[in-house]
């Protein structure tokens, strides 16, 4: 039996998705509430491995459960919730077919970036978006100078130089960047990401939202391959991973993008 998951984390107290080696992990975590409940160990597998501090709200995953005990699917929601962290969530399981994969099924992820652009910093919510004070960023040229990174491109200026990709090139089908009073959304769709990739153009966009280079700097950025170029990758917090698209044949729920009001 093949099980898919939706979850939802906060990723603030994790150094990402990926299980690392003393070094607290969201899949240390699941895999260990899933242990209990299918008495035996799980390896699972997710849409995307999320960085240290970066958040989800429809993350997917999936497992193979092929224990002796017969176990509903709805024994999986409500059994993981029992034994994860409050900053952990299950919010729906499925049982899928076995050629289902939560990575390589996939053919779209939906990252947000939520930004507080005011003069005083956030008392609630404060870990969960990311906070630029001072001087009103224009979300209309951070908008426009994002439509340059459109279409399958070397992203090669927005990976980390730790980055393990085997090819720099990704499709961004998606780029908006919208206001709603002192909040700025910058939302981005790609087939997939690399390493970083969201945060650097964040980052690179908040230049040309202060004012400091010219739209046209991001398409000068793109061309020149070269991340040495670009300005400093933006906080980790107010990163979200807010959707995981499949083939409508699986049947994976989905749901309001989020977070929260947004």
């Known amino acids: 039996m093949r099980i898919a998951l939706g979850i939802e984390y906060d990723g603030s ?31 699972i597998y997710c849409a995307g491995r999320t960085d240290a501090g970066v958040s989800a709200t429809q993350q997917v995953i999936h497992f193979d459960y092929n224990g002796a005990k017969p176990r509903k699917v709805s024994s999986w929601l409500t059994g993981c919730n029992v034994f994860l962290p409050p900053d952990i969530s299950v919010k729906w399981a499925k049982e899928v077919p076995d050629e289902f994969h939560a990575r390589f099924s996939a053919f779209e992820r939906t990252y947000r970036y939520i930004i507080l652009n005011s003069h005083s910093r956030p008392a609630i919510m404060g870990r ?3 906070f630029y004070p001072g001087k009103r960023l224009d979300e209309r040229l951070m908008h426009e100078a994002g439509q340059y990174l459109l279409g399958e491109n070397d992203f090669s200026s927005f990976r980390a130089s730790e980055c393990q990709s085997k090819t720099p090139f990704r499709n961004i089908h998606k780029l908006t960047v919208t206001r709603d009073r002192d909040y700025i959304v910058v939302e981005i769709s790609a087939n997939a990401f690399l ?25 000068e950025l793109l061309d020149a391959r070269d991340r040495t170029l670009g300005g400093e990758n933006a906080q980790p917090n107010g990163l ?16 309001p993008t989020g977070p929260l009001w947004f």
């Open 13 to 43: 107290n994790y150094q990402g998705f990926q299980r690392q080696y003393r070094l607290a992990s969201i899949q240390e975590c699941l895999e260990t509430a899933i242990g209990k409940i299918a008495d035996c160990s799980t390896e």
């Open 128 to 130: 969960g978006i990311s």
């Open 195 to 219: 390493h970083h990739m969201v945060r650097n153009i964040v980052g690179d966009l908040l230049e040309v939202g202060y004012h400091r280079r010219p739209k046209e700097w991001i398409k």
């Open 240 to 255: 979200y991973l807010v959707g995981v698209a499949y083939d409508p044949s699986y049947g994976i729920p989905s749901e």
